[in-house]
């Protein structure tokens, strides 16, 4: 998702960022246009993971899955500011989602061109 180099300017050993851009910027790959899209999914923890009881677990995995209903989207309005901030810095989102676990969210980057997805 970004470039790390050494203090030297070499790439790291697990800078991959840096061999696909050379390989994007190949004038053959250009003309093709490749497409790609990410995604990110975390969960939103304020001490404790949002929807869990308190020094419990939820119930099993899957009804939360969308977020659907009040009593299964946890953490909705931090998604959104989330999100707000997002395409406020230009990040290209387009979509996000409830996942299988009580505050688990996801969120779709792209479709970018190259690896311009990976901002």
Not at 40 to 61: A, K, S
Not at 97 to 112: I, K, L, R, T, Y
Request: proline share 8%; hydrophobic share 35%.
């Amino acid at each position: 998702m970004c470039d790390a180099y050494t203090l030297a300017g070499k790439p790291i050993p697990t800078n991959k960022r840096c061999a696909a851009g050379k390989i994007f910027s190949n004038p053959e790959v250009e003309k093709e246009v490749p497409w790609y899209r990410i995604e990110q999914e975390y969960t939103v923890d304020v001490n404790w993971p949002l929807g869990w009881p308190q020094g419990g677990f939820p119930g099993p995995q899957g009804p939360y899955y969308c977020g659907i209903g009040t009593d299964k989207a946890f953490g909705h309005d931090i998604v959104d500011a989330h999100n707000k901030a997002c395409l406020y810095a230009g990040i290209n989102i387009s979509g996000i989602n409830g996942e299988v676990m009580s505050g688990q969210w996801e969120f779709q980057v792209g479709p970018a061109v190259g690896i311009s997805v990976g901002g």
